[in-house]
């Protein structure tokens, strides 16, 4: 990953990480909490794609999963965004633009029914079975809630930041030199069609006067 991508990630993850202990842990909502952490992870891997998805997510399910009040085994919420981040990434437009609302919408309800299932599977794995006595429908039908109702004011907001730091003057002056812009193609192209045009009437000049210089040299010779 290039040195604005990890330094974005990084300073995006831990705000969230702050907002969702700090705040959105304290709300006391009925069934799950709002993962701000997660939306964060989604919006991050649909401009990053899906190497950048997974790796984002797993430091940021390692430094959930290490910071206080954490209760359960580490490596665990690591695990789940790692394989979320990778899906969600696959998910990245080609162009890099999004058309409409509704395919991040799908990826954020997919994410917060995945990231519950895995969780409550790798809890169910190392013996931690809260999933079961706080009830896994509600769960499931909270945390999608939740999370599509935040994510509208989250994820594009993600996706734009990224997107600018992708395109920064920087990045853009070392790329100019490997790979031309769409409209210098343009430009050049429409130049390249006047300096053919400019080559071809000097090479009728340059035949023409050979010529010329031809006749003279045997007129020179006949006298």
Known sequence: MRVNRILLSVALVVVALV?????????????????????????????????????????????????????????????????????????????????????PMVVVVGAAIGT???????????????????????????????????????VPGIMALARRAENDPLADTNSAAKSPDISSGWLSSGTGLRLGGQRNALRVKTARARMARAGRIKGVKRL
């Open 116 to 154: 519950t299932l895995l969780y409550a599977g790798v809890g169910a794995l190392v013996g931690d079975t809260a999933a079961r006595h706080v009830g896994l429908p509600s769960l499931l039908f909270t945390a999608s809630l939740y999370d599509l109702l935040l994510a509208p004011f989250v």
């Open 19 to 103: 907002i969702q202990v700090s705040v959105l842990a304290r709300l006391h909502l009925p069934g799950a909490v709002p993962d701000l952490l997660l939306l964060t992870v989604l919006g991050l891997a649909l401009v990053y794609g899906h190497v950048g998805g997974a790796l984002v997510g797993f430091g940021a399910g390692l430094l959930a999963d290490l910071a206080p009040p954490a209760d359960h085994a580490a490596g665990r919420y690591a695990l789940v965004l790692c394989v979320i981040g990778y899906l969600a990434g696959l998910a990245k437009p080609d162009n890099g633009r999004l058309r409409s609302a509704t395919g």
